[in-house]
T-cell receptor, first 109, second 115 residues
Framework: TQLLEQSPQFLSIQEGENLTVYCNSS?????LQWYRQEPGEGPVLLVT?????EVKKLKRLTFQFGDARKDSSLHITAAQPGDTGLYLC?????????FGAGTTVTVRA | NAGVTQTPKFRILKIGQSMTLQCTQD?????MYWYRQDPGMGLKLIYY???????DKGEVPNGYNVSRSTTEDFPLRLELAAPSQTSVYFC??????????????FGEGSRLTVL
């Protein structure tokens, strides 16, 4: 099992502030995915990063895949209450996707 | 399309009881998965299936069984429930190999408590 470590575990910020969530591993991944999960629901895919050094932007969310393909980050600019949720990174083989423990983000209005 | 549907949403079991968590998908996906989610622990893979009639163990299969008789259905059986199986269970599916085709689709989860 490939271990994915996410930090921080919890993050609480004021609306309008920026935040960054990190996902690290000692293993090399062919690609990494980020999911967001809201209370009482299943995770929903935000993005897949494939190439080392890749940067993808999704409106106010910026995802980066490390050059060595062992780490990734998620940056949210000008966070809004609607960004509140559990952010999970995931990676692994084609059949067995491993998840990090997640970062719980709370954006206060 | 309903996507991935799980039943029941909530269940309380006594130690030693058995039950089946149902999962069905209407997207004609070949790949299906069962995960459990515990606070602060992320999602752990229990079992997965790459097609009807084919199943394999994930990270934490002990105490569980699965079957895949059709493409649509992937039930998870708990035999002799134990307090350690208290968790939220998620069923998921994907069209093909998830890291190649891009996405796991999750159900809404089944919250199980064993007392």
């Amino acid at each position: 099992t490939q271990l994915l470590e996410q930090s921080p575990q919890f993050l609480s910020i004021q609306e309008g502030e920026n935040l960054t969530v990190y996902c690290n591993s000692s293993s090399v991944f062919s690609s990494l995915q980020w999911y967001r999960q809201e209370p009482g629901e299943g995770p929903v895919l935000l993005v897949t990063v494939v190439t080392g050094g890749e940067v993808k932007k999704l409106k106010r969310l910026t995802f980066q895949f490390g050059d060595a393909r062992k780490d990734s980050s998620l940056h949210i600019t000008a966070a809004q209450p609607g960004d509140t949720g559990l952010y999970l990174c995931a990676g692994g083989s084609d059949y067995k996707l491993s998840f990090g423990a997640g970062t719980t983000v709370t954006v206060r209005a | 399309n309903a996507g991935v549907t799980q039943t029941p949403k909530f269940r309380i079991l006594k130690i030693g009881q058995s039950m089946t968590l149902q999962c069905t998908q209407d997207m004609n996906h070949n790949y299906m998965y069962w995960y459990r989610q515990d606070p602060g622990m992320g999602l752990k893979l229990i079992y997965y299936s790459v097609g009807a009639g084919i199943t394999d163990k994930g990270e934490v299969p002990n105490g569980y069984n699965v079957s895949r008789s059709t493409t649509e259905d992937f039930p998870l059986r708990l035999e002799l429930a134990a307090p350690s199986q208290t968790s939220v269970y998620f069923c998921a599916s994907s069209y093909g190999r998830v890291m190649s085709t891009g996405e796991l689709f999750f159900g809404e989860g089944s919250r199980l408590t064993v007392l």
